[in-house]
């Protein structure tokens, strides 16, 4: 709650005036704003009601005031749970009340509150309504016929009445109505193949049956049921609710409406035209063509409503298709899949078909405006799914990010590295998404005295149309996010999107990966030489690296506090053109970064470097950029789950170190509601690794880079293991653990050292291998990631770098080596702190204190001591 305000409106607008304009509130609505603030006014309970829908899994908000013009009002929502990330499952266990208050907002409690009595009073009801007479609808129907004449066609309704397979024989429904057109078995309990068919085919003009959820379905032992009734009944049109091959202008009549229960039709006398149709509903109906013959303008001239969806239409091109279409006059509306049967873009089928008004619900206009290419106004939303045996606060877990919101904190100094994630309270949270909404909601901080110190968060919300009573209350849950940021890809995290687009997208992208190979030059001969002047005199350094200053004592070395003076820059800073021409820099100095260094650095870019290179390299996991690759990462994940793979991921941010940010799951719509707090990267997670006793562990390499061009690299002799600090788990509740799937722990956590040597010799006991066949590996996969940069962006080549890098690798279980990052400037605190023995390469005692004196020398002196060419 709001403390008191100590400022007047005058100057909360000024002091507010940032947030107010990030935020969108029209300034007609700040002074409004500044008195609810103010008195802490919460009355969103006076103008709105919130209503359960689908079935009590979803709840919606709407109006019940008269009316709520545009911009007339704001509303304080306030905000029922704040928190990081990584503190939610504790938060929900330890603070009272919370995961019950939260599942109920989320409905995820519906079967915690009093089941039993609904179970009961649902037994109570269904013994008041006893089930229909088998025998009494037959004689009614008989009656009905002969009214009607003794040819007339019959329609028989017969759902859901338990009858079995002596039942159906003895009511010798041919013999009653040997003019039957369509017969409704749905929901029964016919089991046997042979009597079905025995029945069936007595039947001479039938043209539907219906035996839908029926156990015969799943015990016909000779393949679909449907093809051999067909066999039987050669008449038939419709089997199962799936047209047949033999469709014609009555099945389309009953989808439009003209035949039915009523109106049979098939007889001479009963025949009726579809030129009345102007609604043709044709969706799921297993149709692969639509004839000319049967389906065409001229036939039904009025038709203005086409769905078509669900229906593979294989025996008809697209160009065909489209002609044919577009041959109805009045067509205004049409509903198909997209990808389907008329291509994959929304813009492409609007250019072919231009009298549309509407495809997939929405407008014509709107799609050729914003290059929609996946459309559907329909899209059926993602409700919590959950088990009786999991506890609310997993309830709440898996629900959240279909209610969650983000912010991040900052000042004038810094912004914060970690989000706050926040679920508004009922009102808020019952807001659901419109692609054109008539509200708007925007966190808000409010700073009761002017100052960072005493805000207060809160959702502001204030409707952007006129509303009317019994109006729902809508958002945009993607505001300002257009399809040039992937919103159709991006709404995935909120509705049921159509997979076939997705998994096209993803089968594109794997082939042209899939297409590629590089092949790595063999080892050259080093080239490059000491840069030692001829006149003896020492190279000056500057560096602004604790570690460096303190432990490069060689006397070929002196360092400079005058950057300007150097031979050589050892910075931690990106120093770019501007950093040069301000700090007086020239292009003879060298300096421990390469151009374009970033192919290799930043997540995003080191992972299209090996791509473009190699394709999909075994040692490195499927990697997607999620702000270019949502869509084909999306349809990996179907094909993933429709296969019962792991689908396990990893979310990085481009650029950040210490595992800031990073999250591990396999909960698609926390995957894309992840893309809000920053750039990522999505990696297959390695879901079995190596482990060593029982934990997590991965390797620090450091790679010396002398040139590019031609490729010069090595690795140094000694690395380091970072081992996780608790035992690994694939449990869900793991995944927010720190110290079970992360190993830096030089910043969070315990950092427990290990030497080296100890650690290799404990690994080869432990899991029988020798680490030399691990090491070679490892060092080919090095080998491979820095040529593939070399040849991918030649332009990183420059005679006057000089640089190391920290490469990260982990093993999985058959321990094969995983690239998992490369990192600019490592942090080699760790090999300067502790002597070690090299394992590989030279061998030897390598002493901290001189690590940088080797590196240095073999970067700028030509030397080899410690380190091994690659």
Known sequence: MASAATIDFEGFAKSHAFLLASAGIPPSLHRHLFEKLSSETFDGGHFFLIEPCEGGRQRRLVLSSESLPKESDVFLVDHAWTFRLSDAPKQLKEVPGLAQRMAALMCVDLDTNSLSEEVETEGEQNEEMPKRNVVEIVETQIQKARE???????????????????????????????????????????QNVETVLQEVRKFKNLRAIWLNENPVLQNCDCGNISDVILECVLRLEICNSCFTSNYTEWALGFCG???????????????????????????????????????????????????????????????????????????????????????????????????LSLLNGVSSLKILECEKHVIDSSLQPRLPKWTSAESLADRVINAMWLYLMTYRLAD??????????????????????????????????????????????????????????????????????????????????????????FIMEYR?????????????????VPITHSILPSDGRALRVYTDIPHVEEFLTRPEFVLTSEPKDADIIWTSMQVDAEVKTAVGLTDHQYINQFPFESCLVMKHHLAETIHEAHGLPEWCQPTYNLETQLSEFIGDYCLREREGL????????????????????????????????????????????????????????????RSMDPVEIFLADVFWVRLANNAYSLEKSSFFEYETHFTVMNYVGRLNHMNTPEFVM???????????????????????????????????????????????????????PKILEVTYCPDCTRACKYDTEAVVGNRGVIKGQEFFNYIFGSLFLGESDFVTPL
């Open 257 to 355: 409406g003209v035949y039915g229960i009523d109106n049979p039709g098939l007889l001479p006398y009963e025949y009726h035209s579809l030129e009345g149709i102007t609604t043709l509903d044709l969706s799921d109906r297993c149709i692969h063509g639509l004839s000319t013959k049967t389906f065409s303008p001229s036939k039904m001239p009025s038709l203005s409503y086409l769905n078509v969806r669900g229906n593979p239409l294989d025996h008809c091109s697209v160009d065909d298709l489209l002609k044919l279409i577009g041959g109805f006059p009045s067509l205004k509306a049409l509903e198909v899949d997209i990808p389907g049967p008329l291509g994959n873009s929304a813009v492409k089928i609007l250019k072919s078909l231009p009298g």
């Open 508 to 524: 594109m992208h794997y082939e042209k990966l899939h297409s590629r190979s590089f092949s790595i030059p063999d080892v050259t």
């Open 148 to 190: 009607r004449g003794c040819n007339a066609a019959v329609w028989l309704e017969l759902d859901e009445l338990d009858i079995d397979d002596s039942m159906l024989c003895s009511l010798d429904l041919s013999t009653k109505f040997p003019n039957l057109v369509a017969l409704n078995l749905w929901g029964n309990k016919l």
């Open 646 to 705: 792991d689908n396990l991921w990893i979310l990085k941010p481009w650029n950040m170190a210490r595992t800031i940010d990073t999250t591990v799951t396999g909960d698609l719509s926390a995957i894309i509601r992840l893309m809000e707090t920053g750039p990522k990267i999505c990696q297959k997670y390695i879901e079995h690794p190596a482990l060593f006793r029982g934990k997590k562990f991965d390797l620090r390499y450091i790679v010396l880079v």
């Open 412 to 501: 004038e100094e810094k912004i914060d590295e970690t989000s706050v994630w926040y679920v508004m309270d009922e009102l808020g949270s019952a807001l659901r998404h419109s692609d054109e909404p008539n509200f708007r909601v925007a966190p808000f901080l409010f700073m009761p005295d002017g100052k960072l110190e005493s805000a207060i968060s809160f959702s502001v919300l204030w409707p952007i149309q006129n509303v009317h009573k019994g109006d729902e209350c809508t958002r945009d849950y993607l505001i300002g996010i257009g399809e040039d940021k992937q919103r159709s890809a991006r709404l995935t995290a909120w509705f049921h999107t159509p997979q076939s687009y």
């Open 762 to 816: 404990e690994f080869e006991r432990e899991h029988q291998v020798n680490w030399l066949d691990i090491h070679q590996r490892i060092r080919e996969m090095i080998r491979s990631v820095f040529y593939s940069a070399a040849a991918v962006h030649p332009e990183m080549h420059s005679s006057k770098s000089r640089a190391i890098y920290g490469v990260d690798v982990m093993l999985d279980c058959f321990y094969k």
